[in-house]
């Protein structure tokens, strides 16, 4: 417990000199963009293979799970938009990109440390913490919505193709399905819960790696680190913000 | 002029520094010596403030440095140049762009005198037509050479080196050892360099102290190194055969 609370002390003060005004806005703002390209312009792939596959299976899963002749057919459209919408494109998305993502933070932020690139930033005066962290930071929430947004289209466009080619449902039930009862707060849900599993996938994942402490094996630990506690802080964060945003 | 007086520091209830006092010169190329573990690299990092002390002060200038703010440290960090053991030049920038990284940082120079200012420290290091390489490129030489381009690039006040001829061939480690001495003088900087090694000692020791297990045990010049009769800085100093030799040649 005195463990948990000491890391969890040292998170806020990390945070807290990432949060600190920026020695220099342009360069912040150029950095800001390149880890846009570099964190969320690189994932769009991994994301729309992985949403193409998930929207696909969850409609053959619904439409073998619901061969009854109650249920009209494009209930397994509605199923699949909703399942998309409200967990696979923000949590499933948010566990891939904690393992592309954060451990990609983490190890680059840990290579850094021990070969003494931080200390040079520092030694010159620069806000490491903020310098590093800040621009990912940003960079993550502003462009994982935009996966998340992605990842919705594609995982139903993957459902689509999945069940017309599987002749479980019609082209015209699975469009109709996908339009009926819509509440489009489900996509400002889906929306707020990305925004935080954004937060914690890069600020999680650059604390691990911000404080590596030896050589090549420890930045290989915080790395694995980093993605299980992202996932588990995601879990978590996925089971308080669904209660707090859909009761 | 940097001065330390009284420094203790110990981790984990292990003392690594014990009651080091110690200035520094502006204009010379002070020399910290001893065996590996014997707390050079500590009292450097001390003395730069990467590492807090447990009592006693470092000052620079009239500036009790170790017990400034971040905003006080940083304002003095301006007027340091380091060049790290493992060189640390920024992975994802090329050459120009670690060199031009402090100007773009802490200056409002135009691009074309970034640029002048960057060409003129490649060169004053002996780097040409690699400013558009990565440091993965570099040889061990050549990158600390870029590193000692990016420290002087803001005209500091005073320059850091630790251990800097580690991992580099006799040849490449004199260049860098003379280089250390002739932008100490032309800049006119307080240089503290960190080192094992006896050619840098006999080369550059303007000012030398000498610790074993973080206590400082000699202080001298490299023309009294070789008459000290410190036991341990002797068993230090003439410890490889060439140095054994020429000592019982001069006796």
């Not at chain 1, 020695?23 to 293979?49: A, C, D, H, V, W």
């Not at chain 1, 929207?55 to 209930?75: D, K, M, R």
């Not at chain 2, 340091?80 to 802490?106: I, Y």
């Not at chain 2, 240089?191 to 610790?211: A, P, Q, R, W, Y």
């Amino acid at each position: 417990m005195l463990r948990f609370l000491s890391q969890f002390g040292r998170y806020v003060l990390l945070l807290k000199k990432v949060f600190s005004k920026p020695e220099k806005p342009s360069i912040y703002y150029r950095q800001t963009m390149q880890e846009m390209i570099y964190l969320g312009f690189n994932s769009i792939g991994i994301i729309t293979i992985i949403s193409f596959f998930m929207g696909a299976v969850i409609t053959l899963q619904t439409a073998y799970n619901t061969e009854n002749p109650i249920y009209p057919t494009y209930l397994i459209g509605l199923g699949c938009r909703d399942s998309i919408i409200l967990e696979f494109s923000s949590t499933i998305s948010a566990l891939i990109l904690a393992g592309k993502v954060g451990s990609n933070i983490a190890s680059e932020i840990g290579t850094m440390r021990i070969t003494e690139q931080i200390d040079a930033l520092e030694m010159m005066g620069v806000n490491s913490a903020s310098y590093l962290i800040l621009p990912k930071i940003i960079a993550t929430l502003l462009f994982n919505p935009v996966l998340t947004i992605i990842s919705i289209f594609v995982g139903i466009i993957g459902g689509w193709i999945a069940g017309v080619t599987a002749g479980v449902i019609t082209s015209e039930d699975f469009i109709y399905g996908i339009q009926y009862a819509f509440i489009p707060y489900y996509i400002t849900y889906s929306l707020i819960k990305t925004l935080f599993f954004a937060f914690i996938i890069t600020s999680v994942s650059a604390f691990q790696g911000y404080y590596v402490e030896g050589g090549s094996l420890e930045v290989g630990r915080a790395s694995t680190k980093a993605v299980v506690f992202s996932s588990l802080l995601i879990l978590l964060f996925n089971v308080i913000l669904t209660q707090l945003l859909l009761s | 002029m940097i001065r330390v007086k009284n420094v203790d520091k110990s981790f984990n209830g292990t003392q690594v520094l014990t009651d080091i006092s110690v200035e520094f010169e502006p204009g010379k190329t002070n020399l910290i010596i001893g065996r590996s573990g014997s707390g050079k690299t500590v009292l450097l990092k001390a003395i730069m403030g990467l590492h807090d002390v447990d009592s006693g002060e470092i000052w620079f200038e009239d500036k009790l440095f170790n017990k400034l703010d971040f905003t006080g440290k940083k304002e003095i960090r301006k007027e340091m140049g380091v060049l790290f053991q493992a060189s640390a030049l920024f992975d994802s920038l090329t050459v120009e762009q670690n060199v031009r990284f402090p100007l773009d940082m802490f200056t409002d120079k135009s691009p074309e005198e970034k640029t002048e200012r960057v060409n003129f420290c490649l060169n004053r290091v002996n780097i040409i037509n690699v400013n558009h390489l990565y440091p993965a490129e570099l040889s061990g030489g050549m990158k600390k050479r870029v590193a000692i381009a990016r420290a002087i690039s803001l005209n500091p006040k005073y320059l850091f080196c630790d251990e800097p001829n580690s991992g580099l061939d006799p040849l490449s480690a004199i260049l860098i050892d003379e280089l250390i001495k002739e932008l100490t003088k032309e800049f006119s900087m307080t240089t503290i360099v960190n080192t094992h090694d006896m050619n840098s000692v006999m080369e550059n020791g303007e000012k030398i102290i000498f610790l074993s297990d973080g206590v400082k045990c000699w202080e001298g010049t490299k023309d009294e190194i070789l008459h000290s009769d410190c036991d341990i800085l002797n068993d230090f100093v003439f410890a490889n055969a060439l140095a054994k030799k020429l000592r019982l040649e001069e006796e």
